[in-house]
């Protein structure tokens, strides 16, 4: 079926529909991953977004239930090159064209992706509207109606309704050897030693398995959990996780994390980093077109180490709005924005990338032992 994706400054592209059929606006971006289409369209954190892939063969190695960030997709549609209907993987159970019509996910195939990116990252990232039933003025009237990324609260949509504790499968996963049993390529998890609080902002299931492979026993609790309620449950450290929308818009959160600041060693990711910096009296700020793949380049200002990172933001911290006891501890080397920040007077740090990379590299796993560390260190 014919569907088009019109921008909201009326730049129109056409193509084959896949997946669902009908209508849906967001905002359009990119991701220059070449792998993990899977884990994209499962992050929280692509709330209201349309996401095209820069890759340009998507669906290759199929769709299956363990590689899942979350219960089900949450962008708005997806964009690619080339869609593969004919997947070859031994752990693939669905094609990617059954996913996304089974989840009412519409996609489009066939246009050209490097050029919208290239537009994307002219212009900016933008409303837009996916459609198989309108003409072209009709969706782009569709794209300018439809609410802006800024001043959005997505978390509410994305949090879990009531508090858990994670026990979800968490082992490592290796490829198998042939001469081995059906068990071998999962190795085994350690002992939990620490019970964190983890705050469910949009939470990846990789963060969660990540910290429990790390030995965190971790109870997941609401964005709208108070620091009261926090405290009450007595963890050794509270951890701010990933999610979507505008962090300026999250007022209600900063103030219960502000409360939470020297009671407790912290960490956050992504949108948890955000977060700490309101938390902090310092500002956020909206990117032209945001970081999303797995090849940006981030430097850690303490050791001069260059790691090759996994990231998926629209917003970043202004570095110049921090308080004098906050330092900045790492910067992306595309484009010279904050990447990590940590208090110089309480057990407190984050970083705007993701350490549990799914997708993406490894270089920055160590955080999760740095966490462990530093709550060591403060019992």
Same mark, same amino acid.
């Given at each position: 079926m014919d569907t088009i994706l019109a921008l909201e400054d009326g730049r129109v592209f056409r193509g084959e529909g896949f997946g669902h059929s009908g209508t849906s606006t967001g905002e359009a971006c990119f991701n220059t991953s070449m792998t993990g289409y899977q884990e994209i369209l499962t992050d929280p954190s692509y709330r209201g977004q349309i996401v095209a892939m820069t890759y340009p063969l998507i669906g290759n190695y199929g769709?299956?239930?363990?590689?899942?960030?979350? %219960? =089900?997709?949450?962008?708005? $549609? +997806?964009? #690619?090159?080339?869609?593969?209907?004919?997947? *070859?993987?031994?752990?693939?159970?669905?094609?990617?064209?059954?996913?996304?019509?089974?989840?009412?996910?519409?996609?489009?195939?066939?246009?050209?992706?490097?050029?919208?990116?290239?537009?994307?990252?002219?212009?900016?990232?933008?409303?837009?509207?996916?459609?198989?039933?309108?003409?072209?003025?009709?969706?782009?009237?569709?794209?300018?109606a439809s609410p802006p990324m800024t001043g959005s609260d997505f978390v509410k949509e994305v949090t879990t309704s009531k508090p858990f504790t994670w026990e979800e499968e968490s082992r490592r996963w290796t490829v198998p050897k042939p001469s081995h049993g059906q068990e071998d390529h999962y190795h085994p998890l350690p002992e939990p030693l620490r019970r964190i609080v983890a705050y469910d902002f949009g939470v990846k299931y990789n963060?969660? %398995? =990540?910290?429990?492979?790390? $030995? +965190?026993? #971790?109870?997941?609790?609401?964005?709208?959990? *108070?620091?009261?309620?926090?405290?009450?449950?007595?963890?050794?450290?509270?951890?701010?996780?990933?999610?979507?929308?505008?962090?300026?818009?999250?007022?209600?959160?900063?103030?219960?994390?502000?409360?939470?600041?020297?009671?407790?060693?912290?960490?956050?990711?992504?949108?948890?980093?955000?977060?700490?910096?309101?938390?902090?009296?310092?500002?956020?700020?909206?990117?032209?077109?945001?970081?999303?793949?797995?090849?940006?380049?981030?430097?850690?200002?303490?050791?001069?180490?260059v790691s090759i990172t996994s990231q998926n933001h629209g917003f970043a911290t202004d570095g110049e709005s921090l308080p004098s006891h906050v330092e900045i501890t790492h910067v992306n080397l595309n484009d010279g924005t904050v990447e990590g920040i940590r208090s110089t007077t309480d057990p407190v740090f984050s970083v705007q990338y993701h350490p549990e990379a799914a997708p993406g590299p490894h270089d920055a796993s160590y955080f999760f032992q740095e966490f462990a560390d530093l709550i060591d260190a403060t019992k």
């Open positions: 769709v299956n239930p363990e590689d899942s960030e979350s %219960r =089900q997709p949450h962008v708005r $549609g +997806f964009v #690619v090159g080339e869609l593969c209907r004919t997947p *070859s993987n031994f752990r693939s159970q669905q094609t990617l064209q059954d996913y996304l019509s089974e989840h009412e996910v519409i996609g489009i195939e066939g246009i050209d992706t490097r050029a919208l990116t290239k537009h994307l990252r002219s212009a900016g990232a933008m409303r837009a509207c996916l459609s198989a039933e309108l003409e072209e003025d009709e969706a782009i009237e569709a794209a300018k963060i969660l %398995r =990540q910290l429990r492979q790390h $030995g +965190f026993e #971790v109870q997941v609790v609401g964005a709208g959990t *108070s620091a009261r309620e926090v405290l009450k449950l007595d963890p050794d450290g509270i951890f701010l996780s990933n999610g979507p929308g505008d962090p300026e818009a999250l007022d209600y959160i900063h103030a219960e994390i502000r409360k939470l600041i020297g009671k407790k060693p912290i960490f956050g990711i992504c949108l948890g980093h955000q977060i700490l910096t309101h938390a902090f009296g310092g500002k956020t700020f909206k990117l032209k077109f945001g970081h999303r793949g797995g090849n940006q380049p981030v430097k850690d200002l303490r050791s001069g180490r």
